[in-house]
């Protein structure tokens, strides 16, 4: 069995990097930076998308928006028009459900499979082996693709048919969006009132407010100021945005949701959607009048 991967960014560069420990690889991007690292420990890069579909039965993608899936999979030179009948899609792209379930009925015509299998934490748990994975697949798919999956981390699930792993996903990082927001004004409201960052870090941390955002950025990243993460506002933005839009389709209401994102466009239209996520906390700051966030900080 041969397998590609499209997409070799922060996220699917690691991602790939995990695949590469038990598989042979050819994979293709845009940034020829990016392709030599992977190629560097062992991959095959391949000249186009097409080169890469015609030899592959499994082809991994990875890439920031389902508008970009869509045009690597149909358009000019695309996927689509190279790969044999019965190759396997798995986009691990952060995507829009409604959208995948389109395009994976798109290439059921064609002959050809699209499952969807996107990932959290962050390019940290992939090379740790260690983050989650969540399948959106017919049992038929989830099995003959689990074994794959299982070479980047042990923590599969199947979360249903074919466009619930971007469902879950999207309640994912929607719940964590507001995590963050929420846990970085609390901070603010203790240090605002006379309790230094780092203690009420503490003492957070042996609370009931304890949660993943606190346990794993505050001190490393923002009582740090290292706020690289290598995750932009603009994308956990368009998460919010996607995830709330199916409520709106569904009939589920968003109201925390809604809130979530205003502060995420906010952010983008003071710093730029490419300003790494964890600038909201200067966002926040600057609002409480705080210095959660050290005056000698690094978005980098």
């Avoid at 069995?1 to 038990?22: D, E, F, K, P, T």
């Avoid at 190279?82 to 986009?91: C, H, N, S």
Wanted: proline residues 4%.
């Amino acid at each position: 069995m041969s397998i590609g991967y499209v997409g070799l960014g922060s996220m699917g560069g690691a991602l790939a990097r995990r695949l590469q420990l038990q598989h042979p690889l050819l994979v293709h991007d845009m940034s020829e930076v990016a392709t030599q690292r992977v190629v560097d420990r062992g991959a095959t890069a391949c000249s186009s998308l097409r080169d890469l579909a015609a030899r592959c039965d499994v082809i991994l993608l990875c890439l920031p928006t389902s508008e970009h899936v869509r045009a690597v999979i149909f358009g000019d030179n695309g996927i689509a028009g190279a790969a044999r009948p019965g190759t396997l899609i798995v986009d691990q792209t952060t995507g829009d459900p409604t959208e995948t379930r389109a395009m994976a009925a798109e290439l059921a015509a064609m002959g050809l499979e699209l499952i969807d299998a996107p990932v959290s934490g962050g390019p940290q748990g992939a090379d740790a082996g260690t983050i989650a994975i969540m399948v959106g697949a017919s049992a038929a798919q989830y099995e003959r693709v689990q074994p794959i999956l299982h070479s980047i981390s042990p923590n599969v699930f199947h979360a249903g048919d074919v466009g619930t792993g971007h469902v879950i996903k999207l309640a994912n990082n929607l719940l964590s969006a507001g995590q963050r927001l929420v846990s970085l004004e609390a901070v603010a409201l203790a240090v605002k009132n006379g309790v230094e960052p780092h203690k009420a870090v503490e003492i957070i941390m042996a609370g009931s407010g304890r949660n993943f955002y606190v346990e794993k950025f505050m001190s490393s990243h923002i009582l740090s100021g290292k706020l690289a993460s290598g995750f932009t506002v603009g994308l956990l933005h368009k998460d919010v945005r996607l995830a709330c839009k199916l409520g709106v389709d569904s009939g589920v209401t968003m109201l925390f949701g809604n809130l979530a994102g205003e502060f995420y466009q906010m952010t983008m239209n003071e710093m730029g959607p490419d300003t790494q996520v964890n600038a909201v906390a200067l966002v926040i700051d600057r609002i409480a009048g705080t210095h959660v966030v050290p005056v000698d900080y690094s978005l980098k």
